[in-house]
């Protein structure tokens, strides 16, 4: 079974990067896909920001193009985002799931996922 690990997150100024793990402790991330989502303070909706197919094919919000990456190394089973040049509105919880199958073009949506893990806060400081 997929068990997801995030790691990775803390406070950074504005114009700062961070990098973002997640890894799948079960051991069992082969032939899924992971999104990454960022749910901001007082708000209920988790909001899409980047994904990775199995194969490597990478989709991103518009909001975070040229500034963020995601990227998978199989062998360890883990997920990465890239994060540059954040700004204080990206402040939130970032959540990283799992699925072996997308119902949109590049996983956009929270509900598409089955397996998610606890969550990385990040915080912006302007």
């Known amino acids: 079974q997929v068990q997801l690990v995030e790691s990775g997150g803390g406070l950074v100024q504005a114009g700062g990067s961070l990098r973002l793990s997640c890894a799948d402790s079960?051991?069992?991330?082969?032939?899924?896909?992971v999104g990454w989502f960022r749910q901001a303070p007082g708000k209920e909706r988790e909001e899409f920001v980047a994904?990775?197919?199995?194969?490597?094919?990478?989709f991103y919000a518009d909001s975070v193009k040229g500034r963020f990456a995601v990227s998978r190394d199989n062998a360890k089973n883990t997920v990465y985002l890239q994060m540059n040049s954040l700004k204080p509105d990206e402040t939130g919880v970032y959540y990283c799931?799992?699925?072996?199958?997308?119902?949109?073009?590049?996983?956009?949506?929270?509900?598409?996922?089955?397996?998610w893990g606890q969550g990385t806060q990040v915080t912006v400081s302007s």
């Open positions: 799931a799992a699925t072996q199958i997308w119902t949109t073009v590049g996983g956009v949506t929270a509900e598409e996922y089955d397996y």
């Open positions: 994904s990775i197919t199995w194969k490597g094919t990478t």
């Open positions: 079960g051991h069992t991330f082969s032939g899924y896909a």
